[in-house]
């Protein structure tokens, strides 16, 4: 899910935390399915339990399962263009949509302003919803079925 600068084109508006008008913001859900850990993990997102707690099973002992069945990780994306000649100017951080309209202000002349539009769109294809948008989870399942003696 992701909301572009207080604009909400996919029909989702965040919270008011979450809610920024200078950054896109990108909400992904993670999940650890059936993913055991070896060691203990205190992390926010990726905290474990003893897997025996879960599932009386001696193939459980020793090993730790996710704590959360499923975790939210919002992300926020700022973007910003400087001049690179005469007096240095910069648009300020802001989300995707309210920069052209900055880039207008400091590339008078069409051909910067058109070079800081297409670095714009080049850019959008890196952002944490285009990593995950259409991928579902072999956005992070890529490499799960890789056996530990192949080393690619």
Request: hydrophobic share 40%.
């Amino acid at each position: 899910m992701v909301s572009y600068a207080g604009i909400s084109p996919s029909g989702w508006t965040p919270i008011a935390e979450l809610n920024l008008t200078d950054a896109d913001v990108s909400l992904v859900f993670l999940t650890g399915n059936a993913v055991y850990y070896s060691a203990p993990n205190n992390d926010d997102l990726f905290s474990t339990i003893p897997a025996t707690s879960v599932a009386n099973s001696s193939a459980a002992d020793g090993k730790y399962v996710p704590y959360y069945h499923v975790a939210a990780l919002a992300c926020a994306e700022q973007y910003q263009f400087c001049t690179v000649s005469g007096e240095a100017r910069c648009t300020s951080l802001t989300g995707s949509e309210p920069l052209i309209d900055e880039c207008a202000k400091i590339y008078p002349d069409a051909v910067r302003f058109l070079t800081a539009a297409r670095m714009l769109d080049l850019t959008m294809k890196l952002t944490m919803d285009a990593s995950v948008y259409g991928r579902g989870s072999a956005a992070i399942l890529g490499k799960c079925f890789q056996s530990l003696d192949d080393p690619y």
